[in-house]
């Protein structure tokens, strides 16, 4: 469904009469586009004492065939980019302002005390405001848990309030990340730049993601075209919506599809497993032996290398007017089939070495919804799934993670009261709605060897929602 006040707000007349009025101002939001690079312009790289990353970060932006450019904060940067072969000068000489550029990206990860954080302030204070619209700010630190004593654990921390708060005022489609490598995890940093700096995470914005290293990684050769070539997944909830739109973006990426959907679907099934050249498959989860089904299955098919829980309903009333039934329904369809799929892939052995999982959670798992209880604890409940599993799946060198999107342009969103869905639009760091690729896009980097290093994590596609953590 299109957004009439987006158009509006865009239009000559309509970005006055909102200035004047003082309402929000939502930019389109730049997306993907197949062959287009990671970044158009430049990226303004900084950092604090003792820095970390800058030998992982002159690889990855020489991959990305970036553009680069020093920040004072960073003087050495200049020389370290251009020893490497990558082509870099300084930004701004004296007060005067430097040049607009595409993202901005501050190695945190030396800060040890509160002290050390000035730098950080006078990059974010110097360099915000010559970030284009659709741009990108990534803050790269480590993780509390890691840090050597109270004060690194305290800055460490810190960096996720300022990076939340920076994310709200950015505007301008402009998204902000926190991204924590532990030690040993600096290979799989590219993997990680080249979703949160490119279009693919255009409604992803105010996130906390972490990078470990995977054990048994052996630094897997990725072809950033095509990342999921000769990779074997199965979509489930795949005829419309979100899971048609998450199909779409895994086959567009390389992968050989597996489209399942309920009987009920099996027209529109049959016409997106034809446009992809996928499989069909035309199965209820809940039923008793659809795990063994699946299983079997995929043995045939020689293992698959990926599971898209994306299957889910809604039977919304308030706990005090819902069925027993209804809550059961719910349960069934978005929590308990997915467990019981994936502990029979698990037993079977056939899911694949390498092997990635993603289940489709919500923010009303996250913040909670007025009659959609059942709604919330399944979706909540994929979360716990997620993180209880990480290490059963890490142990087999796997990985599990969750999508949540917040509001998404979708018919059903599109049935919603008007004052209801116009709240939902514009509650959020960049009021409006996103869409469906949005989440498809999420969904296929977490499927992906481009985010090896991220397992039992939580992945927000919300446009930093104001709901929720």
């Not at 992968?255 to 099934?269: F, K």
């Not at 993603?358 to 709604?375: H, P």
């Not at 919603?416 to 709240?423: H, K, L, S, V």
Request: net charge neutral; proline share 5%.
């Amino acid at each position: 469904m299109s957004d009439a006040y987006l158009s509006f707000a865009n239009s000559r007349l309509g970005s006055v009469i909102t200035s004047i009025l003082g309402l929000p101002q939502p930019q389109p939001l730049r997306r993907f586009s197949r062959h287009q690079p990671v970044l158009d312009g430049e990226v303004l790289v900084g950092a604090g004492p003792q820095p970390g990353l800058l030998e992982a970060l002159v690889a990855s932006f020489s991959a990305m065939q970036a553009k680069t450019l020093a920040h004072d904060s960073l003087p050495q940067w200049t020389a370290i980019a251009n020893a490497a072969g990558l082509m870099s000068g300084r930004w701004a000489v004296g007060d005067a302002p430097g040049m607009r550029v595409d993202a901005l990206v501050f190695d945190a990860t030396g800060l040890r005390d509160v002290v050390d954080a000035e730098p950080l302030y006078h990059y974010l204070h110097d360099a915000i405001r010559s970030v284009r619209p659709s741009g990108r700010i990534v803050l790269l630190g480590r993780s509390a848990d890691g840090c050597v004593n109270p004060g690194q654990a305290v800055v460490q921390q810190a960096l996720e309030g300022l990076m939340r708060s920076v994310a709200r005022e950015a505007r301008r489609g402009i998204t902000v990340q926190l991204l924590r490598v532990a030690h040993a995890a600096e290979p799989m940093l590219e993997g990680a730049l080249r979703f949160l700096l490119s279009p693919r995470s255009a409604y992803v914005s105010g996130q906390v993601i972490t990078l470990t290293s995977p054990a048994g990684w052996m630094g897997a050769k990725v072809d950033w075209q095509q990342p999921l070539a000769g990779r074997t997944i199965l979509v489930t909830g795949a005829s419309r919506g979100i899971g048609e739109a998450i199909a779409d973006v895994l086959g567009r990426d390389g992968a050989r599809l597996v489209c399942l959907d309920v009987p009920q679907a099996q027209a529109a099934l049959d016409t997106v497993a034809t446009r992809l050249d996928a499989r069909g498959v035309v199965l209820d989860i809940t039923a008793d032996h659809a795990p063994a089904e699946l299983a079997a299955l995929a043995a045939e098919m020689g293992g698959w290398d990926g599971v898209i829980h994306n299957a889910g309903i809604t039977r919304d009333r308030t706990i005090a007017r819902m069925r027993p039934e209804l809550w059961q329904q719910v349960v069934a369809v978005n929590l308990q089939a997915p467990a019981r799929i994936n502990e029979a892939l698990l037993t079977a052995g056939a899911l694949k070495p390498g092997a990635r999982v993603v289940c489709l959670s919500s923010i009303s798992g996250i913040a909670g919804n007025a009659g959609q209880t059942n709604y919330a604890f399944s979706k909540a409940g994929l979360i716990g799934l997620v993180r209880s599993h990480s290490e059963a799946f890490a142990s087999r060198s796997m990985a599990i993670n969750a999508v949540a999107p917040g509001f998404i342009e979708t018919a059903m969103t599109a049935a919603i009261p008007f004052a209801i869905r116009e709240a939902g639009r514009r509650m959020n760091a960049m009021s409006q709605g996103g869409q469906t690729i949005d989440v498809a896009e999420a969904v296929a980097w977490l499927a992906s060897p481009a985010s090896a290093g991220v397992n039992g994590q939580v992945l927000r596609v919300c446009g930093q929602s104001l709901l929720g953590a």
